[in-house]
């Protein structure tokens, strides 16, 4: 069993708590554990979305394992280990259900980077977002050089990589890093709505949206078109899609199978 993470399924919804106090820091064991979670729940046919979260009211996660990286004795290890928290980070991103990020309290350095990762943020207002890395001397390592930039434009995330400095969840919603700012003690519930409400689609529609989305990411619009066009085609070939355009037209709510 893990030691520093917790899975609840309910619903169709996962709910996967990295528990780590005092501020759920990434360690190596931690990403791994949360690396094997990730992968039950990935191929669980009764989950269909996922929510992150951090355990206690204070931290969604507040960074790497600052002992861990002062231990690192070599450019080779330390390398490794930044390859291998992208990677695990990267199957957040790439886990083929939608994952969502209930940000609990402060979320810096590797804890911005996970929740960047996945598809939707929802933060407390009180909520502090940060790469601090800089001011150790360091710089992001598990993406979030890569991933700011796409997500809030370079000119802001080259600010805040190159100061560290550390803003409120208001001015992160404004600049389109998370989706929803809600009283910190509703964040949870917030992120089970979402979830349910997603949860309810047809889930044929929602894989090949994400995957379409995701992959449109980095190709060029015309190839981006061209996966959207092959996606339409396939799902509209499904039950799912036969009973919704039968609901809509009999004004009634759909009754999706999810195939």
């Known amino acids: 069993m893990p030691n520093n993470i917790?899975?609840?399924?309910?619903?169709?919804?996962?709910?996967?708590?990295?528990?780590r106090p005092?501020?759920?820091?990434?360690?190596r064991e931690v990403m791994a554990e949360l690396d094997a979670t990730l992968q039950a729940v990935k191929t669980d046919a009764a989950v269909k979305v996922v929510i992150i979260t951090g355990g206690g009211s204070f931290a969604f996660v507040a960074g790497a394992d600052v002992k861990e990286i002062a231990a690192l004795s070599s450019a080779k290890e330390a390398a490794e280990v930044a390859a291998k928290g992208q990677a695990v980070i990267m199957n957040i991103q790439r886990l083929g259900k939608p994952v969502?990020?209930?940000?609990?309290?402060?979320?810096l350095g590797g804890g911005n980077e996970l929740a960047m990762a996945c598809h939707l943020r929802i933060a407390g207002d009180r909520t502090r977002f940060g790469q601090p890395e800089i001011s150790l001397g360091i710089i992001p390592g598990f993406g979030g050089t890569q991933r700011l930039a796409r997500l809030i434009g370079k000119t802001k995330a080259l600010e805040w990589?190159?100061?560290?400095?550390?803003?409120?969840?208001?001015?992160a919603h404004r600049l389109g890093l998370v989706n929803h700012v809600v009283p910190?003690?509703?964040?949870?519930?917030?992120?089970?709505?979402l979830a349910r409400k997603i949860a309810s689609k047809g889930q044929v529609a929602v894989r090949l949206a994400l995957q379409v989305t995701e992959q449109g990411l980095g190709q060029s619009l015309d190839d981006g078109l061209a996966e959207e066009a092959s996606?339409?085609?396939?799902?509209?070939?499904?039950?799912?899609?036969?009973?919704?355009?039968?609901?809509?037209?009999?004004?009634?709510q759909p009754r999706f199978q999810d195939r």
Not at 22 to 27: I, K, R, T, Y
Not at 184 to 193: E, P, R, S, Y
Request: net charge negative.
């Open 231 to 252: 996606a339409f085609g396939q799902v509209a070939e499904t039950q799912d899609a036969k009973e919704g355009v039968s609901a809509f037209l009999e004004k009634r």
């Open 100 to 107: 969502i990020a209930a940000i609990n309290g402060v979320c």
């Open 161 to 171: 990589i190159l100061t560290g400095d550390l803003i409120m969840a208001q001015e």
């Open 184 to 193: 910190q003690d509703q964040v949870m519930k917030a992120a089970k709505d």
């Open 22 to 27: 005092p501020v759920n820091a990434l360690s």
């Open 6 to 19: 917790k899975l609840q399924v309910e619903e169709g919804i996962a709910v996967v708590t990295i528990d």
